[in-house]
């Protein structure tokens, strides 16, 4: 069983900066990729971010420039560091991993709020 916990959302104004963090768990071999997801109130979930084991990174054009993500291997945690927020970044943001011989694994969301 392979389990995704998040941390790090919450409250902040817009211009702010927040850092999510996402932590795998369990019996499994390794991670290919990790990546972030966002879903805004009456909207579908849409990708963010994601990152290879290798580290190759890609964006969503609405985050460049703004959000960074970055993994630390040894310890299965994928990060986010999101500067300068905006009142659109507002969602639940989930954590995904596709583990090396097994399906994709989702986290349980966290709330980001950007206020104006």
């Known amino acids: 069983q392979v389990q995704l916990v998040e941390s790090g959302g919450g409250l902040v104004q817009a211009g702010g900066s927040l850092r999510l963090s996402c932590a795998a768990s369990?019996?499994?071999?390794?991670?290919?990729?990790m990546g972030w997801y966002r879903q805004p109130p009456g909207k579908q979930r849409e990708l963010v971010a994601s990152?290879?084991?290798?580290?190759?990174?890609n964006y969503a054009d609405s985050v460049k420039g703004r959000f960074t993500i970055s993994r630390d291997n040894a310890k299965n945690t994928v990060y986010l560091q999101m500067n300068s927020l905006k009142p659109e970044d507002t969602a639940v943001y989930y954590c995904?991993?596709?583990?090396?011989?097994?399906?994709?694994?989702w986290g349980q969301g966290t709330q980001v709020t950007v206020s104006s």
């Open positions: 995904n991993a596709k583990i090396v011989g097994m399906l994709h694994y």
């Open positions: 990152i290879t084991s290798g580290g190759s990174t």
């Open positions: 369990g019996s499994f071999f390794g991670i290919n990729v």
